[in-house]
Structures are given as structure tokens and as C-alpha cells.
């Protein structure tokens, strides 16, 4: 009689229990800025950072102080330059950044730097967002702070900064660019447009 309680009692903490809520779905939601703002599909969904992947959308504010998504530029072939300003190869890159926006606007490309850290190893504030976009003379592109780093670290690998990635109109990876210099993006660029 004992072993069969303890059977019981045993069997019965061995019943797994369905306890929770289901995750919503996310919903995504226009911003207020400066930039192109396109609605994307209500089905897609964010799976990560590799090629054949749809990278997840971000709320993160721009040099502006107004909220950017990554999604509004749905329909755009995009750049995501995921950089730090302690970085000498992303500065390399930045130099370039506002002559690349401009050469490939009109093939619908836009470009847009992700700033994962300051000189100080800190989250970038407001005020450095624009340090970089004056140095650099970016005018044509957001340049957005990532400043709790959720969406940076999940795509670069081991700390190496810069990350480029070219999306397609369906913000699909294409390509991470390797190196992340501007000759290889500009051909990454071209292959990905059909040039």
C-alpha cells in the first residue's frame, strides 16, 4: 500500500503543468521622424542576424531625438552599420558613410548606424549621436544609439565592431560584409541591387 502512494505521489509530481500566458505577437507601429516610414507585412517576423534571416525590429532614438524602427524602411534595401566610436575601423567606414547613402539613394538604398558605445566604453547619449554625425557629415541617414546594447550584441560576434549587414527589400540578410570596409560593401551593395 505504501509503495503504491509513493508511486502516485511520485507519477503525480512528474505530470508536467501548463502554467503561463501565450507571447503576443509583435505589433509593429509607424514612427514620427524624418526618415522614409514604410508599413511592413503584418506576418513578418524577426529570426536574427545571418544571411536568410530577418534581423528583429528596434525602437532606438537618432541624432534627431526622434524614435527610428529598423522595419519602417521595409521596401528599401538597407545597410546596418553596427559600429562603437572607440573603433578606428568604424570611424573608416563613417568617413564614407554620407558618400554611399548619396551614390545608391536612388536605388532605394538606405543606410543606417547603429552606435553601440561611446569613446568611454558607455552607451551613447544624444549628444554623441550628433558628435558622430557632424564629424562624419552624415545629414542623409539616422544614426541611432543602442544604448541598453539588446540589439548590437545579438548580432555582432565576439566584440568585433564594425558589423555590416546589407538587407534586401524584405529586410532579409544578404550579406554580412567581411571586411566591413567600404569596397567590400560597395560590391556587396552591387550584387545585392543587381549591378
Given at each position: 500500500?505504501?509503495?503504491?502512494?509513493?508511486?502516485?505521489?511520485?507519477?503525480?509530481?512528474?505530470?508536467?503543468?501548463?502554467?503561463?500566458?501565450?507571447?503576443?505577437?509583435?505589433?509593429?507601429?509607424?514612427?514620427?521622424?524624418?526618415w522614409?516610414?514604410?508599413?511592413?507585412?503584418?506576418?513578418?517576423?524577426?529570426?536574427?542576424?545571418?544571411?536568410?534571416?530577418?534581423?528583429?525590429?528596434f525602437?532606438?532614438?537618432d541624432?534627431?531625438?526622434?524614435?527610428?524602427?529598423?522595419?519602417?524602411?521595409?521596401?528599401?534595401?538597407?545597410?546596418?552599420?553596427?559600429?562603437?566610436?572607440?573603433?578606428?575601423?568604424?570611424?573608416?567606414?563613417?568617413?564614407?558613410?554620407?558618400e554611399?547613402?548619396?551614390?545608391?539613394?536612388?536605388?532605394g538604398?538606405?543606410?543606417v548606424?547603429?552606435?553601440?558605445?561611446?569613446?568611454?566604453?558607455?552607451?551613447?547619449?544624444?549628444?554623441d549621436?550628433?558628435?558622430?554625425?557632424?564629424?562624419?557629415?552624415?545629414?542623409?541617414?539616422?544614426?541611432?544609439?543602442?544604448?541598453?546594447?539588446?540589439?548590437?550584441?545579438?548580432?555582432?560576434?565576439?566584440?568585433?565592431?564594425?558589423?555590416?549587414?546589407?538587407?534586401?527589400?524584405?529586410?532579409?540578410?544578404?550579406?554580412?560584409?567581411?571586411?566591413?570596409?567600404?569596397?567590400?560593401?560597395?560590391?556587396?551593395?552591387?550584387?545585392?541591387?543587381?549591378?
Amino acid at each position: 500500500m505504501l509503495r503504491n502512494a509513493l508511486l502516485l505521489l511520485f507519477v503525480a509530481g512528474c505530470v508536467p503543468e501548463l502554467t503561463g500566458t501565450a507571447v503576443e505577437p509583435y505589433v509593429w507601429e509607424a514612427q514620427t521622424n524624418t526618415w522614409e516610414n514604410n508599413e511592413p507585412p503584418a506576418e513578418l517576423v524577426g529570426d536574427g542576424f545571418y544571411v536568410g534571416e530577418v534581423p528583429d525590429d528596434f525602437r532606438l532614438l537618432d541624432q534627431h531625438g526622434d524614435t527610428v524602427s529598423l522595419w519602417q524602411f521595409y521596401g528599401s534595401v538597407v545597410i546596418v552599420d553596427i559600429s562603437t566610436m572607440w573603433c578606428a575601423p568604424c570611424r573608416a567606414l563613417a568617413e564614407t558613410t554620407e558618400e554611399v547613402q548619396n551614390e545608391y539613394a536612388k536605388d532605394g538604398v538606405v543606410y543606417v548606424t547603429i552606435l553601440a558605445e561611446n569613446v568611454e566604453n558607455e552607451p551613447p547619449s544624444h549628444e554623441d549621436l550628433n558628435s558622430w554625425a557632424d564629424a562624419y557629415g552624415i545629414v542623409s541617414s539616422p544614426v541611432v544609439a543602442d544604448p541598453e546594447g539588446e540589439w548590437s550584441s545579438a548580432s555582432v560576434q565576439n566584440g568585433n565592431y564594425p558589423v555590416l549587414l546589407v538587407l534586401d527589400r524584405e529586410l532579409v540578410v544578404q550579406e554580412r560584409v567581411n571586411p566591413p570596409d567600404d569596397p567590400a560593401l560597395k560590391a556587396a551593395l552591387d550584387r545585392v541591387l543587381g549591378h
